[in-house]
């Protein structure tokens, strides 16, 4: 049974960051790869970021094009810990974030809101 909960969220003004957590249990975290995605009201489910499985020397993250620059995924395996470095938020990137084990979001979290304003 997967469980993923994330937790960071919160409300900030344009261009102050946030760090996401979500810790990951129920599943071999180091051998999966994770996205975080992400849902403002009235909008489909978007991913924003992912990050792979494979070991730090070779791992690699990849990002939207809303958020390139400003947002850096990571993950300490140790923890079965997946962040979301956020800085330079803008109001467009109030929604409610999930971790999640694939890019479409099917398996998620609860989320964690974050509101910029």
């Known amino acids: 049974h997967v469980q993923l909960v994330e937790s960071g969220g919160g409300l900030v003004q344009p261009g102050e960051s946030l760090r996401l957590s979500c810790v990951a249990s129920?599943?071999?975290?180091?051998?999966?790869?994770m996205s975080w995605v992400r849902q403002a009201p009235g909008k489909e489910v978007e991913w924003v970021a992912g990050?792979?499985?494979?070991?730090?020397?070779?791992?690699?993250?990849s990002y939207a094009d809303s958020v390139k620059g400003r947002f850096t995924i990571s993950r300490d395996n140790a923890k079965d810990t997946l962040y979301l470095q956020m800085n330079s938020l803008k109001s467009e990137d109030t929604a409610l974030y999930y971790c999640?084990?694939?890019?479409?979001?099917?398996?998620r979290g609860q989320g964690t809101q974050v509101t910029v304003s």
């Open positions: 999640a084990t694939d890019p479409s979001g099917r398996t």
């Open positions: 129920g599943i071999t975290f180091s051998r999966h790869d």
């Open positions: 990050i792979t499985s494979l070991p730090s020397l070779f791992r690699a993250a």
